[in-house]
């Protein structure tokens, strides 16, 4: 009897050195469990009620590409009015016409690099002449390229953080003033990203900016409710665009390990985070200020956690694990 069990724990010795080894060897490739995203469809209807912009009007910076074009669509199909802002204006018309001609509600396209204070208020004279001040302004407008900080020049810094902080800053402080002396309620919207909270080599100035907007929007947050106005903040994970694409992960090389990492197996879609910005910015939400809203399909916990890469060992895996630790005496 004796030899017996002795016997089957030599046998499992061996399968645990051999598997152990082979762990050590080849990790766990090969091993993956089938992809989860048939668990996460994304949905691309809008979730609000039909309507639920109706008599707003919303300023959507960066509105003629990518996710700001996602929102702009979301908040016309629901009612709003919108203006949508940037430097190319043959593409910001572009967008406008089309997404009027959808939805039947007018889009209105106002050319403003949002470097410029100069032309941030001369973009927000124009709209008070179209539309009149806003309810909704959405800071979407954007810069980055990955790069090692070490071949960043002044100007690449400066290029990066004037778009991002001190151009949400012009906008927000723009019409924060203008809203404040019209005595005007609104809800502001803050597009940032995942690691504006973790920081991120190799997009050192966008995780800087980023981190600078947070900051600028929770301080606000608590400042101006006074006012009458809401300050939230949206961290996308990866959602396709162009824009972003093309300046992180220019070959496609780096797709899959992301897509890999994120526990819903799958990137995020425009149309949600359209959806979840409408939210934020609705009346539904009016009690929401001061928020960080993560959006990434579980990307930043998954990154964060030490252990997570154990997600891929297998269940014969584990029980050899499990007897290898059970076994272990003494520290
Ligand atoms: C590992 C990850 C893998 C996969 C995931 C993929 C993607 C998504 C995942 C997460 C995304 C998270 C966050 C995303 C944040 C974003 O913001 S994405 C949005 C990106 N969209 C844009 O950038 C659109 C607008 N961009 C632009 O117009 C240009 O790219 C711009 C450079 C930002 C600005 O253009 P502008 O014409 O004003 O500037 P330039 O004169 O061309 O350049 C100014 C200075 O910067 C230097 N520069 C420019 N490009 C580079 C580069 N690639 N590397 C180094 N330096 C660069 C340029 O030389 C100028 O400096 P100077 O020469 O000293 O004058
Ligand atoms: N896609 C993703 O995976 C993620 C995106 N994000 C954030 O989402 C937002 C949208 O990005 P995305 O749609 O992907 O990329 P896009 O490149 O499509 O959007 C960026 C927009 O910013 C505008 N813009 C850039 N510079 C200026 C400027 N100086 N003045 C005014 N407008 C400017 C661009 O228009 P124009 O060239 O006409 O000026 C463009 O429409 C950004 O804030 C980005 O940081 C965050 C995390 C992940």
Request: some cysteine.
């Amino acid at each position: 009897m004796a030899a017996r069990v002795l016997g089957r724990a030599g046998r499992l010795a061996a399968v645990v050195r051999s598997s152990a080894l082979q762990l050590r060897l080849h990790g766990s490739a090969g091993l993956r469990f089938g992809s989860q995203a048939s668990f996460f469809p994304p949905l691309g209807d809008a979730m609000l009620p039909s309507g639920s912009f109706n008599n707003h009007v919303a300023l959507i910076t960066g509105g003629g590409t990518g996710l700001g074009r996602a929102m702009t669509a979301t908040l016309s199909q629901l009612g709003a009015q919108c203006i949508i802002a940037s430097r190319k204006l043959d593409i910001l018309q572009r967008t406008a016409e089309e997404i009027s001609s959808q939805t039947g509600n007018k889009v209105h396209a106002v050319q403003c690099d949002v470097r410029d204070p100069q032309a941030v208020s001369q973009c927000v004279d124009q709209m008070e002449a179209l539309t009149g001040l806003p309810d909704v302004i959405i800071n979407n407008a954007a810069g980055n390229f990955v790069c090692p900080s070490e071949r960043l020049s002044p100007n690449a810094w400066k290029t990066i953080t004037d778009i991002v902080l001190n151009g949400t800053a012009f906008v927000t402080l723009e019409l924060g003033k203008r809203l404040i002396q019209n005595q005007k309620g609104a809800s502001f919207l803050a597009i940032t990203t995942i690691y504006a909270e973790s920081g991120s080599g190799f997009v050192v100035p966008s995780a800087s900016a980023k981190a600078g907007v947070e900051a600028l929007y929770k301080s606000l947050a608590a400042e101006w409710g006074r006012y009458g106005h809401r300050f939230n903040i949206i961290q996308p994970g990866p959602i396709r665009t162009k824009g972003a694409f093309s300046r992180l992960d220019p070959t496609g090389a780096f797709e899959k390990a992301t897509i890999d990492r994120i526990p819903t197996g799958r990137l995020g879609t425009p149309a949600e985070i359209a959806n979840l910005a409408a939210y934020v910015s609705s009346n539904y939400a009016s009690w929401m200020s001061g928020a960080v809203i993560r959006f990434d399909g579980g990307e930043y916990v998954s990154l964060a956690g030490e252990f997570n890469e154990l997600r891929s060992v297998t269940p014969d895996q584990w029980k050899i694990l499990e007897v290898m630790i059970r076994n272990t005496k003494g520290s």
